[in-house]
């Protein structure tokens, strides 16, 4: 199984400010790595697929790169809004696994 | 508009039986790969099963493997989960939500979950 590692586990940022979040691999999974926001009493929600791929109507503050083991999503002003615990997800290989989730609070 | 809607959550008792359902609008329904994923309140994701738009392919977690039974009915585009043997640690928000394929896909629409609590 490959695990998944995303850190921090949980950041207070500032709105208008950068954020950025990592993700990590156990192993090599290409680009097969999505993104999801999950409000708090929400499903999640797909922002970022094949590694740096917006999903339909995620705003362009939202941004995703990397390859192989070593992934970021990238928030470039963070809004009220997007208070949420972020995921990172491989679907190179079953099973699929998810990242624990980084909790971003805005201060 | 793609919707999802899981119903069939509810209190069971360990050793228990439950049936998820979830209906889907908005696609078409035989076409694409369908999943269960749940999610301890307050902990993270796991996917716990899948199958194709045909329903020839399946996978499970270890987790459910041989209690957990994963069906759809296209002609009413429904999926289904079929939870046996239930345990304390099968306590979660289920959710369902679709894949664009089986292998190398992530899952791009999802319902808001069902929960199960196993409890005596």
């Known amino acids: 199984e490959i695990v998944m590692t995303q850190s921090p586990a949980a950041l207070s940022v500032s709105p208008g400010e950068r954020v950025t979040l990592s993700c990590r691999a156990s192993q090599d999974v290409t680009i097969d790595l999505a993104w999801y926001q999950q409000k708090p009493g929400q499903a999640p929600r797909l922002l970022i697929f094949g590694a740096s791929t917006r999903a339909t109507d995620i705003p362009t503050r939202f941004s995703g790169s990397g390859s192989g083991t070593d992934f970021t999503l990238t928030i470039s002003s963070l809004q009220s809004e997007d208070l949420a615990v972020y995921y990172c997800?491989?679907?190179?290989?079953?099973?699929?696994?998810f990242g624990q989730g980084t909790k971003v609070e805005v201060k | 508009e793609v919707q999802l809607l899981e119903s069939g959550g509810g209190l069971v008792q360990p050793g228990g039986s439950l049936r998820l359902s979830c209906a889907v609008s908005g696609i078409p329904f035989s076409t694409y790969t369908m999943t269960w994923v749940r999610q301890v309140p307050g902990k993270g994701l796991e996917c716990v099963s899948a199958?194709?738009?045909?329903?020839?392919?399946?996978y499970y977690a270890d987790s459910v493997k041989g209690r957990f039974t994963i069906s759809r009915d296209n002609s009413k585009n429904t999926l289904f989960l079929q939870m046996n043997s239930l345990r304390a640690d099968d306590s979660a928000l289920y959710y369902c939500?679709?894949?664009?394929?089986?292998?190398?896909?992530?899952?791009?629409?999802w319902g808001q979950g069902t929960l199960v609590t196993v409890s005596s």
């Open positions: 199958i194709t738009g045909s329903g020839d392919i399946t």
């Open positions: 997800l491989q679907y190179n290989n079953w099973p699929k696994t």
């Open positions: 939500s679709k894949a664009v394929r089986f292998s190398s896909s992530w899952f791009d629409y």
